[in-house]
Structure formats: structure tokens, C-alpha cells
């Protein structure tokens, strides 16, 4: 038990620290409430300047243009870039398909795809989801037919995050029907500038559409751009999660640890007839709850890392610290709201509106923490399954 | 003794729900999202036509004359159809008049109001503080044979519509807050009254802000006597918040029905995901705070209606488990919905931005909790 | 929606509260703290009372010395009784077996049984749970063999309240094995004085014992106690339960109201470094809380009622009851225990115990709410597919 | 930097669950909570001959020398067996004494702690107060060299065992009430002591009233300087909760792994009840708040060991979330358990009451929730 970095790690922290410093314009912070399309302008731009400064995916290996850096030093990066508010800029190339290619891909596929996504010139999404197969993800159904050296697609995915954004897309299609269905599964990399792919953004109910449905009609997708073996893409497409999410949350608890001083702020701030909310008993209650619930989410993920480190391997911790921060999220969002009382009516661009009606999205936004990417109660039961051991 | 409607009641019910399905489905509440008036004068009228903007006023002003059990019927159904429009701030003006208006005034504006003629609301809520007599600061100082009147309020529903909006307002200090409040029928149209829109949450209805601004507000509109206005509040408040949780409850309920269906149809796993004790017991939970929440609805009701002893909390309990009970529920729903309850496209965001601003209305859960301990501890 | 009684009802309500206020002794009040031998005594000799007093039964038919009291008239005599703090009394004969041998005995059965179940000569116990028979209560397994006029009876069932007390038991038993679980039971009414019976408290967390299991070891019962027809006896019981569940808790909103202005009390005189508790923001939330539930579980009863008055049959409704009860009814002991804060350590009979130690008590007894007659899970699944329509 | 134990603290954990488990099943539990004393000395012995009474005494005091995470370690082991003994206490006391004692007091009495000849405690509340500076109103008036002291004494743990309690009196009036409080040695066998058992719910753990009644205490008892008690006294505490939340970890743990072993094993309508999402997913729950609470647990105890700033914040936070999660753990577990869970003869209600009482000493989750707002705000 002991909660200090070493000299070197300690070095590449003022490091991170001073470069983000000098390369962070005041104004592309990223908890500055802003409009969906400043932020990705911002995302793509930051993407770049990480590339230009040689940031741009540490954990990645030296031989892809990564800096093969450790757990430690990929803690400590998120660390501080959660420190200075920075954008976190679109990385599902760099966090999901980028481990995907070292592991399961071709010399070409790394080849061509892994610069790309390197420099921030080719943006990707997901598309694993489909309007059937949301918790029961294997139940996919997207066809993929091998017609001479192409897969011929047709089918729906759904939830694609930046779908409108992206270039391209790695998605897991059905190659085989007469096999149990994780068995049947292919992980292919799709232009989406191949003709047949309609990409329709989502609206939501924050009034935003982060997420995408992607349509596939006789789409041809070279037999090259499959990831693995056909019918393999289910295995493909776990292992990645597994390594994607129990590192994916590494500047978490910084990120909420100042959402929660924003929050401790607007009860300072907020007055009800005469007096700050922050002196009211029962609100204090509240956010003390918040507090101790943001705390013990960074020492989650602490000791998470500190089992990686010490040689573990990855289980379904990813699930506790997903369940962990999606919930408490809720929890602190709607505390926001309680504190703001009738003004939590007021959204972005409304006279009135408290700190640029930010918290409202917030708000609204966390209702998505506890479906996307697993809901908790698909969590609940990996954790109960895996490491409880309790029966399907 | 029968705690449950009666035949007329449950006729009423039946009526306002068909009229709901018909009239303001989903697809009718998304256009009024989009309007800038945000509620349609024809189907106000066209529920004028059927007599329920007088259903509490009396029948000498053209009224029907009935009370808040079927007040809460009728806002049951509402809530249920998260109908876009001021039905029952129009109504509880009314009951301002009705509390403290002279003869005159009765006249003037009931039989209007019934007819659908006049839309009326309430302001109370100020910057600076809401949901209780402090926070009324807008200062009326006497003049002539009325009073000059300046200051903000905000959150007022529909001032942007209404032709009457009943205003409380500080004519004195007081040693306790609750003294020298003063409700006056403003004019929005009067100079120096500025009504602004502002954006919220809840698309599907309209909150202002309302700038006083020196407006002349003569004796004739002054309700009942100068300094008195907090306890003629009071009680349009007990029945405002019982009408809204009723509205709560009904929204409540539909919340369920929907998720409910959908978990017998939607299939995971081989299963619907009702089969699943996670979503399956969360329905359950959900029937569970509905039916209580109705019960404390119906109670409160009757007792406010009849004015009994402990009428203030039962109102204030119906408050508290109403809104909680709103939220509660419609959080879940987008739960049990996954994705697509998280979609614009999908009605249930709509229950959920109404719960949110009902529980802010008049009092959250946590103030009318301490109110509660207030009036009985 | 009217929530006044009839003149008539009134006039009734006046005589029951008239008998009960000049025939129960001060000393008698149920809310007393007291062992739990005393309260036996009291319950025994509280039911003699109601007898002499011609209350013994009012729901039962006149025929068979009952009042054939409406609904109306039941709810105002629990309310009475609860109003006046009476004693609840040795009930399952009255409650339970009784209205089942109304629509399942015969004659012998009936002259034979109720009688003394009217006087409080006889008490009654039930045999229902086994040890594998909990929630899944149709796997019972103790099993009851036909040998000329009699069963033999060989097994064991549990959670027999006041089974120690009890000279008979109605218990459910498996005549036959080769059908379906809840086609092959047996309701039948067993001497506890038969040989080969053994009855044993068991032990509770609260140290006290109001629950026993009961042992049958070829205990011979004659045929003519079966009640209804061999192997229809979970319909027997279930009709029974149906209709004892939605009439069980007529007085209970009157006595949580009771036990909710004592956890106000308790507020008011707990003092914790010179200020009373009922001062306190965070304990008025809760105390408020518990009104809140208090009140709309009165609302709740009221509604059933009225709807079985309207002439609707009595459905789930009894599983929304008992589940709200339950919860609530743990709830307001928790927040006991939280205003006692460290004075919540110390039970009857020991120095500056509050309250005679009686929440302690209450706390401990209030995990069982949640367990006996039905767990809150099997409420919730009854709930979700009984009124929801929810699949299995 | 490493968020888990070394390999010394893991070979500590090891030694003390071995122990636990030959010396302290629950049917020794069992024992003790029908035994006068509420101990066993025999135990006891063989503890301190491990050296563990010692743990974080200093060397030259013949200690082990070492720190709050190994004292954390051991608690939860301690925890996961309900140990009936008056260990944390004495560690505490001994705390006390290395915190503020003279050369003479640590020499006289910390050898005999360490040793295993000396039991010792602390009394802190009274029957007017609790928890706070405030509380403290056992009155020291000046007699000789020393003192004359008069008041009661609550919830001390073990005093019928102890040969020292640590008792904090009032020596002056301040105008704070966190001035004027002193610490004293308290022999509770001096004339005008009387130590009363309670009966309490944690059968397995003695609480007792300590009467004074113009005890002399004299200047060589005093512990530390006169008037300064309180900043020495909430130096204790701060490790004292510290240990508790690790007891309660280590407890809420055990209960959940027999709540799992059951669901595993328990079949109702023909599978393990393990395999209903109601009781899956209340254990996955679980799960999480104990690994939430273990988390806060030990970065408590390594912030306080190492007085990094905002370690009251982590020792409070610590507190109120092992508090909350042994209780929900516990409660939950009864509830998995069903009717047996209600026995006596089934162990989980010992850990369901040591939840409570744990919870109620040194300030609940509440109070330590409103404890970090004071810090934090």
C-alpha cells in the first residue's frame, strides 16, 4: 500500500504536465459548455496537436508510433490531462481498433490503417449494436456474405457514437447462421464511403445526436478489411473490450472529482430565499454522498491499475468501475438539479439559466451512463457470474 | 365510506381520457413543442366547449361546479397525454378570484375564463427565491387609489398566453414574511409589464419570466385586502398541488403502461425482458409507488376539498410522493427502454422532462417532506 | 370518493369502541413492552373476552356464531380495536381455518372445530413452510401415506407461529408424488397431541421464539380431518389465503399510525448534545417519509376495501399491501435505531435502555416483515405477473 | 505506486484469517456472548504472543512498530470472525499514550499493552451527548496535584475488563467546547469508580457505563497537558474509525460469501435461488459497495498513516461508507437467507448487530457525511 510515484513516473507527469500546459488553449476546455459541433471541432483539432506533440496514443506500441508506455505512465497521462480539462478528442480508433489490429490484424491492415488514426486524418466508429440485439449483443443479425473476395453486407447497426463523423467503421457482422450465435460472428473494417452505407444521426433526448444509425445495402466490403478469422469477430471484438475497458476509465476520477467541485460551486453559489444551498443539511448530506462515492471511484480504478501492474490480468473490474461511475453519475446530476430547484427548467441559451443551463444536459445526458456500453443490469450479472460466481 | 370514484367521476374520467386520445396524442404535444405559443387556441376552445375550464367554478359564473376529486380526475388524464397547455393555472386563478375577489372582479373575469375566453395563471416564484412567502419581493407602493408596481417573477406558465395573471406582490414588510403580501390581477398587456419566454426543459409548456416595471395597478384589481394575499396563496396552493399531483400520477401510470408493453414484446436473450426479475421487479416497484401515490392523491383530494383537519399535509404528502414518484418511475422507464428510451423519437423523454418540472412546481419533494414535519412534528 | 360512514356504521363504531374502552384493561395495551410469556397470557385471555363480549368472530357467518359482519363493519371493528391499542389475539383459527371450513368442511368438521375456535378453547397453528418449502412453498415434501381410515403423516414443517402454543394444526401435505407439485397436496387438520408429533420453538435474532417447527414421524391422523378432497388441498389453502390476505391488515394502518406518533415521540425526547432529534433537518426528511408511507398505506387498505365493497374480488392487491408494510415497517425501525443513535445498543432490561429497549425489539422483529407470509420477492413477482401481466 | 497490499501485509492477512478461523469460529463467538466477561483471556494471551497487541506500539516499547494499514489488514480479518474482544480499543489507548504521554506514562503502560497484561479503553461519550467535543462534560475539578472527578461514562467498550481507560473529562469551560478537555489514565479500580455492563444488542461485544463519582486522579495520570485533550483525542478517533471501517469490511465480506455459498446452494422452483436476477443482482450490489468501501478503507488508512492533507475527509469517508455498507450487506443477507437468516441459530444476525453497533461508535454515516461537508464546503 503506497500511494506514490516513482522519481521517473513522477518526471513524466511535469512532463505531460508542462506540455499540455503550453498547448491547451484556455478556451478548448472541455468543461466549457458548448454546442455539439464546437466540441468536435475542438476534439479534431486536439487529436492533431496531440500528434504533433507525440502524444497521441502513448500506450501504443513504439513500433505503431506509440510510446509503449506503462500502465503507470498511462495513468498519469490521463491523470493530467483530466487535470487541465483537456479534451478527451475521438478515440475509438486509437482506444478500440488500434489494439484490435496489433493483436488480430494483418501487416497491411496495421499498415494502412494505424497512421492514419495516429496523425487524427481518419476518424472511426463502432458498430456493434443493432435494434435487436442491444444487452444481447451476439443476437446480431447484420448479413455478411462472401461473394469472391468480398463481403456483401445488408443489415442496421445503431448507437454508433460519431457515426456522422467517421470515416470508416469496424463493425461485427453475421457470416454463418447454423452455429450457435457467438460463433458466427466476422470483425470487418467498412468505409463508410462505400456505396450502400447510409449514416442517420440519432436525435436524443438532449436535444444532441452523438450516436448514429449506420444502414448497410449490398455493401462490398474487400474480404481483406475482416480482422481475424470469419466467424471469429466475436472473440476479436471481446478481447479488445476487455483490455479497452478496464484502461478506458484511467482519467475518470479527476474528470468527476472536478465535475464535483462544479457541483460543490453551484451549491455555494445557488441561493434559495437568502441562503446558499451548500448550508442546507440535507443537500449537505448529499453532496457529501457524492464526495465520498467520487473518491471511492478513483480507488477503484487505483486499484485496478495496481493489479494490472502487479501482473494480473484484467477481469470484470471493468464492470464494477462502469456500474461504479454510471450510477454515481446519475446521482450527482440529479443532485445538481435538486439544487438549482426551479431552474433546473432552464436549458442552454434560456435567460436565467444557470451556468449556461450546462447542468441540464448533464442531467439528461447521464441517463445514457447507465445503458450504453452495457447497462447495469447486464453489469449486475457479469459481476455476479464472474467474479461471484453465482449461476446464469 | 368508498375510496374510488364515483359513476359520474369515472364517466368524467372516461370522457377527458377519449378526448386526450384524440386530441392531444404525442404527435400533437411534439407540434406544440415547436410552437411559439406552445399550446393550440383551438383545442383550448374546444375544450372550453366541453365546460372544463369552469369545472371548479360555480355555476352562477357559468361553471360546473365541481370540486378537486374531479379536478384530479381530469388532471390524471392530462397528465397522462402530457398535454401542452395552461389548464390548470388557468384554473387556479379562478380559485384566487374565487377565494378573494370581490363581486366585481368575479364577474369580470370567472364567466370568461369558463367560456375559455380567458387564459389566467399565477405568479409567485422571483429570482431570488421561490416556493415560499419570502421570496415575494416585488415591490407595489401605493398610488393614487392603487399601487405602482416593479419587479421580476419568473417560472410563470404561460404568461405568454394569458389575458390574467393573478401576481403576488409586497405592498409591506412585515415582522413575519408572510405579511403585507398582496395578489393583484395583472394585465400583461398593462405598460411596463415585459413577458419573456424561456427556454426549458420541459418543451411541451411554457414558463416566463414576467418584468414589473412601475405598472399602474389600479383598486379594482387588487384581490381581496392589500397585506392579506398569503393566505388566499395558501389555500389556491393546497389545490394547485394536489391538481399536480394528480397530473404526476397519471403521467406516472401511462410511464409504466408503456414500459410494461414494451418489456412483454421487446426480447433478449430468447426471453422478453419482462421475464427478468431486474426489469420485472422494477415494473412491480413501479405499480407499487403508483398506487400509493394515487392513494395519497385521492385523500388529499377529498380532504382539501372538504377542508379537514391535517388537509395541509395530506396536500403536502401527495406532493412529496407524487414527485418522487413521477421521477422515480420515468427514470426507470428509460431503463427498461435501453437505447430507444434515450432516442427524441421515443414519447418517454417527454413523461420524464414533465416529472422534472412538476417536482420543481410549488415545492419539491424535500421542501414539502420538511413541511410536513413543520406542521405535524 | 367519500370517505364519511354511514350513521349506522357510525352507531357501530360507537358500541365497539364503548365495549372496548370498558373491557380492556390499561394494563392489557398492546404497544406495552412486554416478555413475550406475558404476552401470551394476554392474547389468551383477550380472545376469552372478545367471546363474552360477542366479538369473538364478527366476520363469521351467524350460523356459526358470528356477526356476519359487512366489510365496513370489520374495518371499523380492527380499526376500534387498533385505536384502543388492543390486543391482536391468538387469530388463526379465527382468521384462517375457520372461513376454510365455511367453504371447504363438512359439517362434523364444522360443529366440531368451531366452536372452540369461537371460545379461545382452541388454538391453531399453521403447517405450511417446510425447510425446502420456503418461497417455492408447493415443493413441500411432507408426506402423507392412506392406511384404511388414516393418513400417516412422516416429515417437517417450519415456521409455525405460536406453534407451542397451538393443540392443532392445519398443514399442507403430499399425497401423491406422481403429478404435478400443487396437484398432489392434501390440506389437513392434525392433533398436535397425536403421538409422534414434536414441536420445537425455534430461536430468533430478536432472542425470542414465536416461530417452531413441528416434526411428524408417523403420526396417524383420521381421514375425516381432511379438509376439501384428497390432493385438492393448495386450492383449499390458496382460496383461503386469497381471501384472509385482503381482509389481514384492517387495523394495521391505525396501529403503524400509532408506532409512527411513537417514533415521534422517540424524536422529540431523544436529545443528542442538548437538541431534540425531531429539530433535526436529516430526521425530519425521514420521520416525514415515514408519514407519508403510514398515510398511503391506510390508503391503500381503504382503496381494497372499497373496491371489494363495490363487489370487485379481492386480487394481488393483498401482495401490494403486505410488500408496502413490510418495507415501510423497516424503515421506521431503522430510522429508530439511527435517532438512538449509540443508545440503539441497548435492549431490554439493561440500564438507560430507551423505550424500554422496544425498538431494539422492533428493529430486530421488522427483518421478518420481509420474509414471513411471502418474501418481498415473491410479492414483486406476483405483482408484476398477476396485475402487469408480466411473463413468468 | 501500488494500491493493495505488500507482501508483508498479505502474509499478515494470512497469519490473522488462519488464527481466526482455529481460535475464533463463531461457536466461540457463541461463547463469549453468554460469558460474564464477554472475552477470553486465554485468547487474548495468545494473541499478544503473537505480538499483535503490540502491532503499532514502537519497538522500543516492545511493539511491532508498525502502522494503520497493517492494523487495517487484521481488523478486517478480525471483522470476518465478529472477534468478541476488546482489541481495537486497547490499540487505541495505547495511541493515546504514544500521542500525548509522558516518557513515564508510555513506559509504564505501553510495555503491559503489548505485552497482553494490560486491556485498556476509551471512555468518550456521555449519557447527554455523544460523538462531539460538546459531549465531554465529566467534571475534573482541581484537588492537590491532580484532580477530582465526578460523571458518567457510556458505551465504553470492555471497561469490566480494561485495567486503563483513557477518559476524557472537562478541566475548564472554554468558549469553544473543543477547549477545556483533558485526558486521563483512569484506574477502574480506584475508589469511586463503578463499571456497569450493558445489555446490549452486539451480544458479542461488552459495552459499560463507568461511573465517577470524586475520583482522584493524580497530575501523573494526567495524559498530556491539561486543557489540550481534544486535538490529541481526535488524532485517535481519526485512526479508531479507520480500524472500525475495516472491521466492517472484513465483516460485510464474510456475510456476503455466505449469502453467495447459500444462493449457490439453495434451490426453490427447481434452481439455485442464485440464479433469480432479485437475489443476483442484490449480490453484485453488494460486491460493489464492499469493494467501493475497501477502497475508501484503505486509502483512509494510508492518508492518516501518512497525514497526507485531506486525511479527516478520507477517514470520515471511510467511516460513513463501511458504516452504510455493512448494514445494506448484512440486511440484505438476511434477506437472501430468508426464514433461517431470522434464526438465532444461524450466524448471520452476529454480523448484522456487529453492523449496528460499529455504525453507532465514533458517529454514523450521517454524521460523518455532515463531517466532510464541514471539511469540504
Redesign the interface.
Same mark, same amino acid.
Given at each position: 500500500?503506497?500511494?506514490? =510515484?516513482?522519481p521517473e513516473?513522477q518526471e513524466f507527469r511535469e512532463r505531460v504536465r508542462e506540455w499540455v500546459q503550453k498547448n491547451l488553449p484556455e478556451e478548448w476546455k472541455d468543461s466549457i459548455p458548448r454546442t455539439q459541433e464546437e466540441r468536435e471541432i475542438i476534439n479534431r483539432q486536439w487529436d492533431k496537436k496531440l500528434y504533433e506533440g507525440g502524444w497521441a496514443a502513448i500506450a501504443w506500441p513504439k513500433e505503431y508510433g506509440g510510446m509503449g508506455a506503462t500502465l +503507470?505512465q498511462q /495513468?498519469i497521462f490521463n491523470e493530467e490531462m483530466a487535470m487541465a480539462d483537456a479534451p478527451e478528442g475521438l478515440m475509438h480508433g486509437k482506444g478500440m481498433l488500434g489494439p484490435t489490429l496489433f493483436k488480430f490484424g494483418t501487416e497491411e491492415q496495421k499498415k494502412k490503417h494505424l497512421p492514419p488514426i495516429l496523425r487524427g486524418d481518419v476518424v472511426w466508429c463502432q458498430g456493434f449494436?443493432e435494434?435487436?440485439a442491444? $444487452?444481447?449483443l451476439a443476437?446480431l443479425q447484420t448479413r455478411a456474405v462472401i461473394d469472391g473476395d468480398h463481403l456483401v453486407i445488408n443489415g442496421q447497426k445503431?448507437?454508433s457514437t460519431w457515426g456522422y463523423l467517421a470515416d470508416w467503421c469496424f463493425a461485427l457482422v453475421r457470416t454463418e447462421n447454423t452455429v450457435p450465435k457467438h460463433r458466427g460472428i466476422t470483425y470487418v473494417m467498412i468505409d463508410l464511403k462505400t456505396p450502400g452505407v447510409t449514416v442517420r444521426p /440519432?436525435? #436524443?433526448?438532449t436535444?444532441v445526436h452523438d450516436?448514429c444509425e449506420i444502414f448497410f445495402e449490398d455493401v462490398r466490403v474487400p474480404l481483406e478489411n475482416v480482422v481475424g478469422e470469419i466467424n471469429r469477430g466475436w472473440y476479436v471484438a471481446m478481447t479488445t473490450l476487455t483490455h479497452e475497458r478496464s484502461t478506458a476509465y484511467l482519467g475518470h476520477p479527476i474528470r468527476f472529482r472536478n465535475q464535483l467541485e462544479r457541483l460543490?460551486d453551484l451549491?455555494?453559489n445557488t441561493?434559495?430565499?437568502?441562503r446558499p444551498m451548500?448550508e442546507?443539511?440535507?443537500i !449537505?448530506?448529499k453532496? %457529501?454522498?457524492s464526495?465520498?462515492?467520487v &473518491?471511492? =471511484?478513483?480507488? +477503484?480504478v @487505483? !486499484?485496478t +491499475? $495496481?493489479?494490472r501492474?502487479?501482473g494480473e490480468e484484467p477481469g470484470a473490474e471493468a464492470s464494477?468501475a462502469k456500474? @461504479?461511475y454510471s450510477e454515481m453519475l446519475?446521482r450527482m446530476t440529479e443532485l445538481a438539479? &435538486?439544487i438549482e430547484?426551479?431552474y433546473? #427548467?432552464?436549458? !442552454?441559451? $434560456?435567460?436565467? %439559466?444557470l451556468v449556461e443551463?450546462d447542468w #441540464?444536459y448533464q442531467f /439528461?445526458y447521464a441517463?445514457?451512463a447507465?445503458? %450504453?456500453a452495457g447497462? $447495469? &443490469?447486464v #453489469? !449486475?450479472?457479469i /459481476? %455476479? &457470474?464472474h467474479?461471484?460466481?453465482?449461476?446464469? | 365510506m368508498n375510496f374510488g370514484l364515483s359513476e359520474e367521476q369515472s364517466m368524467l374520467k372516461k370522457t377527458v381520457r377519449k378526448f386526450m386520445e384524440d386530441r392531444c396524442p404525442t404527435t400533437f404535444v411534439r407540434e406544440m413543442m415547436a410552437d411559439a405559443g406552445g399550446y393550440s387556441p383551438k383545442q383550448w376552445q374546444e375544450m372550453a366547449e366541453l365546460g372544463w375550464m369552469g369545472l371548479t367554478i360555480p355555476e352562477e359564473y357559468d361553471g360546473m361546479g365541481m370540486g378537486l376529486v374531479e379536478l384530479a380526475v381530469m388532471m390524471e388524464e392530462m397528465g397522462r397525454a402530457v398535454l401542452p397547455a395552461p389548464f390548470v393555472e388557468t384554473l387556479m386563478a379562478a380559485e384566487a378570484l374565487l377565494q378573494a375577489g370581490s363581486a366585481e372582479q368575479k364577474k369580470e373575469y370567472l364567466p370568461r375564463i369558463a367560456s375559455g375566453e380567458l387564459i389566467a395563471t399565477l405568479a409567485m416564484?422571483e429570482?431570488?427565491?421561490?416556493?415560499?412567502a419570502?421570496?415575494i419581493k416585488a415591490k407595489a407602493v401605493p398610488e393614487g387609489d392603487g399601487y405602482k408596481v416593479s419587479g421580476t417573477k419568473?417560472?410563470v406558465p404561460y404568461a405568454n398566453a394569458a389575458g390574467l395573471i393573478v401576481t403576488a406582490v409586497r405592498t409591506a414588510e412585515g415582522a413575519a414574511p408572510e405579511e403585507g403580501i398582496t395578489l393583484i390581477c395583472l394585465d400583461p398587456k398593462a405598460p411596463g409589464v415585459t413577458v419573456?419566454p424561456?427556454?426549458?426543459?420541459?418543451q411541451a409548456y411554457r414558463?416566463c419570466?414576467v418584468q414589473m416595471d412601475g405598472v399602474a395597478v389600479p383598486a379594482a384589481r387588487v384581490l381581496g385586502e392589500a397585506g392579506q394575499g398569503w393566505p388566499v396563496l395558501e389555500k389556491v396552493i393546497r389545490k394547485y398541488i394536489v391538481a399536480l399531483s394528480a397530473e404526476m400520477v397519471g403521467g406516472a401510470e401511462k410511464a409504466m403502461e408503456m414500459t410494461v408493453q414494451y418489456a412483454k414484446e421487446r426480447?433478449?436473450?430468447g426471453k422478453p425482458?419482462g421475464s427478468?426479475q431486474?426489469?420485472k421487479h422494477r415494473c412491480a416497484d413501479m405499480l407499487v409507488d403508483i398506487e400509493g401515490s394515487r392513494g395519497s392523491l385521492y385523500y388529499a383530494a377529498w380532504a382539501v376539498e372538504n377542508d379537514v383537519p391535517g388537509a395541509d399535509l395530506a396536500a403536502s404528502a401527495a406532493k412529496a410522493y407524487c414527485s418522487d414518484t413521477y421521477f422515480k418511475v420515468t427514470?426507470g422507464s428509460?431503463?427498461c427502454f435501453?437505447?430507444?428510451? *434515450?432516442?427524441?423519437?421515443h414519447d418517454i423523454?417527454l413523461f *420524464?422532462?414533465r416529472a422534472?418540472?412538476l417536482e420543481?412546481?410549488c415545492g419539491?419533494a424535500?421542501f414539502h417532506r420538511e413541511r410536513i414535519a413543520e406542521l405535524w412534528l
Amino acid at each position: 500500500m503506497d500511494l506514490t =510515484f516513482t522519481p521517473e513516473d513522477q518526471e513524466f507527469r511535469e512532463r505531460v504536465r508542462e506540455w499540455v500546459q503550453k498547448n491547451l488553449p484556455e478556451e478548448w476546455k472541455d468543461s466549457i459548455p458548448r454546442t455539439q459541433e464546437e466540441r468536435e471541432i475542438i476534439n479534431r483539432q486536439w487529436d492533431k496537436k496531440l500528434y504533433e506533440g507525440g502524444w497521441a496514443a502513448i500506450a501504443w506500441p513504439k513500433e505503431y508510433g506509440g510510446m509503449g508506455a506503462t500502465l +503507470i505512465q498511462q /495513468l498519469i497521462f490521463n491523470e493530467e490531462m483530466a487535470m487541465a480539462d483537456a479534451p478527451e478528442g475521438l478515440m475509438h480508433g486509437k482506444g478500440m481498433l488500434g489494439p484490435t489490429l496489433f493483436k488480430f490484424g494483418t501487416e497491411e491492415q496495421k499498415k494502412k490503417h494505424l497512421p492514419p488514426i495516429l496523425r487524427g486524418d481518419v476518424v472511426w466508429c463502432q458498430g456493434f449494436s443493432e435494434p435487436n440485439a442491444g $444487452s444481447d449483443l451476439a443476437a446480431l443479425q447484420t448479413r455478411a456474405v462472401i461473394d469472391g473476395d468480398h463481403l456483401v453486407i445488408n443489415g442496421q447497426k445503431v448507437w454508433s457514437t460519431w457515426g456522422y463523423l467517421a470515416d470508416w467503421c469496424f463493425a461485427l457482422v453475421r457470416t454463418e447462421n447454423t452455429v450457435p450465435k457467438h460463433r458466427g460472428i466476422t470483425y470487418v473494417m467498412i468505409d463508410l464511403k462505400t456505396p450502400g452505407v447510409t449514416v442517420r444521426p /440519432l436525435d #436524443q433526448i438532449t436535444g444532441v445526436h452523438d450516436f448514429c444509425e449506420i444502414f448497410f445495402e449490398d455493401v462490398r466490403v474487400p474480404l481483406e478489411n475482416v480482422v481475424g478469422e470469419i466467424n471469429r469477430g466475436w472473440y476479436v471484438a471481446m478481447t479488445t473490450l476487455t483490455h479497452e475497458r478496464s484502461t478506458a476509465y484511467l482519467g475518470h476520477p479527476i474528470r468527476f472529482r472536478n465535475q464535483l467541485e462544479r457541483l460543490a460551486d453551484l451549491a455555494r453559489n445557488t441561493k434559495r430565499n437568502g441562503r446558499p444551498m451548500s448550508e442546507d443539511p440535507v443537500i !449537505r448530506q448529499k453532496l %457529501a454522498r457524492s464526495f465520498i462515492e467520487v &473518491e471511492s =471511484f478513483k480507488h +477503484i480504478v @487505483y !486499484r485496478t +491499475i $495496481s493489479s494490472r501492474v502487479r501482473g494480473e490480468e484484467p477481469g470484470a473490474e471493468a464492470s464494477m468501475a462502469k456500474l @461504479y461511475y454510471s450510477e454515481m453519475l446519475q446521482r450527482m446530476t440529479e443532485l445538481a438539479m &435538486e439544487i438549482e430547484g426551479p431552474y433546473s #427548467q432552464l436549458v !442552454r441559451n $434560456s435567460k436565467w %439559466a444557470l451556468v449556461e443551463g450546462d447542468w #441540464q444536459y448533464q442531467f /439528461l445526458y447521464a441517463r445514457a451512463a447507465t445503458i %450504453a456500453a452495457g447497462t $447495469s &443490469e447486464v #453489469q !449486475r450479472n457479469i /459481476l %455476479a &457470474e464472474h467474479i461471484l460466481g453465482l449461476p446464469r | 365510506m368508498n375510496f374510488g370514484l364515483s359513476e359520474e367521476q369515472s364517466m368524467l374520467k372516461k370522457t377527458v381520457r377519449k378526448f386526450m386520445e384524440d386530441r392531444c396524442p404525442t404527435t400533437f404535444v411534439r407540434e406544440m413543442m415547436a410552437d411559439a405559443g406552445g399550446y393550440s387556441p383551438k383545442q383550448w376552445q374546444e375544450m372550453a366547449e366541453l365546460g372544463w375550464m369552469g369545472l371548479t367554478i360555480p355555476e352562477e359564473y357559468d361553471g360546473m361546479g365541481m370540486g378537486l376529486v374531479e379536478l384530479a380526475v381530469m388532471m390524471e388524464e392530462m397528465g397522462r397525454a402530457v398535454l401542452p397547455a395552461p389548464f390548470v393555472e388557468t384554473l387556479m386563478a379562478a380559485e384566487a378570484l374565487l377565494q378573494a375577489g370581490s363581486a366585481e372582479q368575479k364577474k369580470e373575469y370567472l364567466p370568461r375564463i369558463a367560456s375559455g375566453e380567458l387564459i389566467a395563471t399565477l405568479a409567485m416564484d422571483e429570482p431570488e427565491g421561490f416556493w415560499e412567502a419570502a421570496a415575494i419581493k416585488a415591490k407595489a407602493v401605493p398610488e393614487g387609489d392603487g399601487y405602482k408596481v416593479s419587479g421580476t417573477k419568473l417560472f410563470v406558465p404561460y404568461a405568454n398566453a394569458a389575458g390574467l395573471i393573478v401576481t403576488a406582490v409586497r405592498t409591506a414588510e412585515g415582522a413575519a414574511p408572510e405579511e403585507g403580501i398582496t395578489l393583484i390581477c395583472l394585465d400583461p398587456k398593462a405598460p411596463g409589464v415585459t413577458v419573456t419566454p424561456l427556454k426549458t426543459m420541459d418543451q411541451a409548456y411554457r414558463l416566463c419570466e414576467v418584468q414589473m416595471d412601475g405598472v399602474a395597478v389600479p383598486a379594482a384589481r387588487v384581490l381581496g385586502e392589500a397585506g392579506q394575499g398569503w393566505p388566499v396563496l395558501e389555500k389556491v396552493i393546497r389545490k394547485y398541488i394536489v391538481a399536480l399531483s394528480a397530473e404526476m400520477v397519471g403521467g406516472a401510470e401511462k410511464a409504466m403502461e408503456m414500459t410494461v408493453q414494451y418489456a412483454k414484446e421487446r426480447v433478449q436473450f430468447g426471453k422478453p425482458i419482462g421475464s427478468f426479475q431486474a426489469i420485472k421487479h422494477r415494473c412491480a416497484d413501479m405499480l407499487v409507488d403508483i398506487e400509493g401515490s394515487r392513494g395519497s392523491l385521492y385523500y388529499a383530494a377529498w380532504a382539501v376539498e372538504n377542508d379537514v383537519p391535517g388537509a395541509d399535509l395530506a396536500a403536502s404528502a401527495a406532493k412529496a410522493y407524487c414527485s418522487d414518484t413521477y421521477f422515480k418511475v420515468t427514470a426507470g422507464s428509460i431503463q427498461c427502454f435501453g437505447g430507444i428510451g *434515450f432516442t427524441w423519437e421515443h414519447d418517454i423523454h417527454l413523461f *420524464f422532462k414533465r416529472a422534472k418540472r412538476l417536482e420543481t412546481t410549488c415545492g419539491d419533494a424535500t421542501f414539502h417532506r420538511e413541511r410536513i414535519a413543520e406542521l405535524w412534528l
